[in-house]
């Protein structure tokens, strides 16, 4: 099937043009036709009135003789196939084909016309001649009609009178051959139809060349420019030369188009690249605040062990005094007595161990509460669980709570940032703690491992106390939402760990009895997934 538009306008005029001309050579055709026929039709009717003039002394003067060599003369002239005379019954009485029967001639349609034009006996009064064309084996005859009258001289004369009541004696039937007009008509169709066609192929010629300057050209034009648009290439302008007006107007508004398509984009794209800075200024500010935030809650903690931690500081370093007070009294002027030296360095042995446990209690506060950038690098697990227990036992231990691990061995590294992922830790365990001291005393348990997949690694912290209401169970992780008395928390610290794991690629999960205490369980990938912020 055809698409293409100017496909479809050349083949609809040419056809139209062939129709056109088709009609115009037959119309031409039958007019010509028409015309040597009726020239014909004049020349035969000349002919026989000659034939009837030519014998009418003749026929006067009773010699028929002389009338029939007159007729057979005239019968050999080029395109004269016969002639042939009737007499007022219907009768042959002459003929100048020997093979014409004399009397009544065979029923043929041609034959048979005389008599049924002219009623037998010949009476018309009518007297005009009339026509037949008819096929015969060497292709179509014209046959003329004359009738001949019964003139007065006739009928008054002395050697054959006729009755004046006879209007008509007989009838000349002269034959002519159409061959001569059937090849002129033939060559004249020829002609008309070579005329069609070369008309046809110089028309169609002209409309292909007139579709292609200016429809094809034109469209393809358009169809260029709008695929431009389409394609977002708004810089190169729609142009379309030497057209109509038509599709000089579809191109202007193409153009207007593709103008206000490309202002409109050139203010998209300003309004995105503002949108992209302030939403960027945004997410920076509001990764400040997070961190803020995570600073803020770690001295919170802080604040939270503050007791304990002083507590824990204060006892080696009395021992460290006690220690020293009992060296000062070994020690006199003149250097330690003999004898005593083995008490000393077992004084100061116990100083150097008690004084070490305070410089690691103090580094581990100072490693937690110090605020740097956040940075992921690979850590053990492990190390950071235990880091953070060694902040929290000795408050553990004054809240009566029992602190039980079970750390898995050879845990494989965890790509993390290791300061948040302390944190979660002691938000977890200190909620524990809290949680069992509602009862007055109870068991904190932290486990770790590897996943199944080997992909991640996991750890746990479980409580044995009152439990999570189902119905608040879906909303522990929202900001500020918090079942605490007022004064004793805001709400954060399960929401930051939240967000802490889940910018870690990881998840927590939580299971909770109420009566039976809680588990919490947060899953961490082995690999850092997500670019450190």
Known sequence: MIRRLAQRLVLALTVIVVLVAAFSGIFTSAAEERQMLQTIV????????GITSATWHAMLADRRQDAYQVMETI????????????????RMTFSTNPADIQGHPATKPEACTACHTWALPLSRPDLSPSTQIYRAAKGRNLVMYTPIPNEPSCSQAECHAHPASH????????????????????????????RAVIEVALISLCIFFFTQRFVTRPIRQLVEASREISNMNLDRPVKVVDTSEEIEGLACAFE?????????????????????????????????AEQKLQQNMRLASLGQLASSVAHEINNPISGVLNLSMLMQRILKDDGIPPGREAEFKKYLTQITSETSRVGRIVSDLLAFSRRGKPQRSSQDLNRLIRATLSLVEHKLKLANITLRTDLALDLPPVDCDGSQIQQVVLNLILNASEAVQAKGAGVV????????????V????????????????PRIFDPFFTTKPEGKGVGLGLSVSYGIIQAHSGEIDVQSRPGEGSVFTVTLPRENLVAAA
């Open 42 to 49: 004049q020349g035969a009717d000349q002919l026989s009135r």
């Open 75 to 90: 019968a050999k002239r080029q395109g004269i196939d016969r002639i042939r005379m009737f007499d007022r019954d219907g």
């Open 167 to 194: 209007k008509v004696l007989g009838l000349l039937e002269v034959h002519l051959s159409l061959a001569p007009v059937d090849q002129e008509l033939a060559a004249m169709k020829t002609r008309v139809a070579v």
């Open 256 to 288: 207007v188009m593709r103008v206000r398509l490309r202002d409109a984009l050139a203010e998209i794209r300003g309004f995105t690249q503002t949108l992209e800075s302030k939403v960027e200024e945004r997410t920076r500010a509001l990764k400040e």
């Open 445 to 456: 348990e932290v486990h770790s491992g590897a996943t199944a997949d080997g992909r991640g």
């Open 458 to 473: 996991w750890f746990s912290v479980r409580d044995s106390g009152e439990g999570i209401p189902e119905a608040i169970l």
